[in-house]
């Protein structure tokens, strides 16, 4: 691929996944919103159930990273047999995982939550949530992969489309649901969980007879037909593994904020929200690296490799060093959309500032991540997330937040700390894979 056009594919495939990313970011702004109507025990009983949920997400997330690396090298060396194969494993492994999870959610589900910390008072509606979103979480799982495989063929704009289609759907059908229209009074929480499904059932409906449209149409027929799927789980259990190690770590690195007192988590928590908006091009840039690179790779094509990833990180960094430019001298204004406290407005304020400076190291260390996942290494990001979170942001904290009595700034200058390590180490680990390849 020459040069000129591996930076028009990185676009092309770019900008579609960050729409994609920042609408749902949006969805689940407004999904908070409609639920903070029903009082702080609705969001609280929410709120508990998506920490689980998340959890379920994490491992979909984690067999579309085998999936990619897979589908998209065998689309690159023009092998029609292995990509069937592998488009079949992907479905077959993502129903098989959702079903369990599902009736997991269904048998173990009020356990699960007692143990999340839901009282007597929020454990009714987290059940009642839990239980339908949950126990039918296997459309979330087909979504994930679905959307995955139609990715690694080169087409972003496809599940944009569904995904803005589905996530409309899904706002309109929980207003209605969850208040009601007319005489009719609504269901409350119940109605937000039958919203998400319905909507997670039609995007199901939609991605699926979008790939049967392709060359990666599935033949129903041949579905159980799957060949060995180890080099599939091979992939996969390392990138599951990475996600729960971060959500375990946040867990823990959450629970240290909150002992440095109530307003520097709640500023923690404020300045997460306005940077998680700042994150998603790197996010439509990693996904680009991950395909293009993945079927670079399949064509034995070294050259393309490297172009991808310096041109992605190249262009990662210069939009988010432009983001922190605007978070930076933003900072003030963006506190007060949130709070009207002096104290937590200040605090936020050094958070976002600190986090101007992160900015390029997130960059390069979500897109190094995605050109290793192309290049078919998960582990990669797995130990760069052991020690990224356990060994400098929890770490970080106790000794630079607390120890050193930094506050909020010693949480803020851990997470810079280990964003610019794991962006040295990926890209380290990037360089290494490419000579080994090469030779």
């Given at each position: ?146 959307g ?57 409906v ?60 709640a500023?923690?928590m ?5 940077e ?60 007060l ?35 290793l ?18 060994g ?21 200058l ?26």
């Amino acid at each position: 691929m020459k040069e000129s056009s591996s930076r028009k594919e990185i676009i092309r495939l770019a900008f579609p996944a960050t729409v994609e990313n920042i609408f749902q970011t949006l969805v689940g702004f407004v999904d908070t919103l409609l639920i903070a109507q029903l009082g702080l025990v609705a969001v609280t009983a929410v709120g508990l159930a998506n920490t689980i949920l998340n959890v379920y997400l994490a491992v979909y997330i984690a067999l579309g990273v085998g999936a990619t690396a897979l589908i998209a090298r065998s689309i690159g060396a023009g092998d029609k047999e292995a990509v069937a194969y592998q488009v079949r494993q992907a479905l077959v492994l993502s129903v098989g995982v959702g079903l369990l999870l599902g009736l997991l959610s269904l048998i173990f589900g009020r356990q699960m939550l007692v143990l999340m910390g839901a009282d007597a008072e929020s454990l009714a509606g987290a059940q009642a949530f839990f239980y339908w979103v949950g126990g039918l979480t296997i459309f979330q799982a087909l979504m994930t992969i679905l959307g995955t495989i139609l990715r690694a063929s080169g087409d972003t704009v496809s599940p944009m489309k569904m995904s803005l289609l589905t996530n409309g759907f899904n706002v309109v059908l929980d207003y209605f649901l969850i208040f009601g229209i007319g005489s009719w009074s609504g269901l409350g929480i119940v109605g937000t969980a039958l919203g998400t499904v319905l909507a997670r059932l039609l995007g199901t409906v939609l991605l699926y007879r979008k790939v049967q449209q392709t060359d990666l149409a599935v033949d129903l027929k041949q579905l159980f037909h799957l060949g060995s799927p180890k080099e599939m789980v091979d992939l996969t259990l390392p990138a599951a593994a990475e996600r729960l190690v971060m959500r375990l770590g946040q867990v823990v690195y959450f629970s240290l904020i909150v002992g440095l007192g109530t307003t520097v988590y709640a500023s923690h928590m404020i300045a997460g929200n306005i940077e998680s908006f700042t994150y998603m091009p790197a996010y439509g840039l990693a996904t680009a690296a991950a395909v293009l690179i993945g079927q670079a790779l399949g064509k034995g094509d070294i050259l393309t490799v490297r172009r991808v990833a310096f041109h992605s990180s190249a262009y990662g960094v210069a939009i988010m060093s432009l983001l922190g430019t605007i978070l930076f001298f933003g900072a003030p204004s963006f506190a007060l959309l949130f709070t009207k406290d002096l104290e937590a407005v200040k605090q936020v304020v050094t958070a976002l500032r600190i986090d101007a400076f992160n900015q390029p190291g997130l960059a390069v260390s979500l897109i190094m991540a995605g050109a290793l996942q192309g290049l078919g290494d998960s582990k990669s990001s797995l130990y760069s997330t052991v020690i990224g979170m356990w060994g400098l942001r929890v770490v970080g904290v106790v000794v630079l937040g607390q120890m050193f009595g930094l506050g909020i700034a010693g949480v803020w200058l851990s997470i810079l700390i280990d964003l610019l390590l794991r962006a040295i180490f990926l890209t380290w680990r990037f360089h290494v894979k490419i000579r080994k390849l090469a030779e």
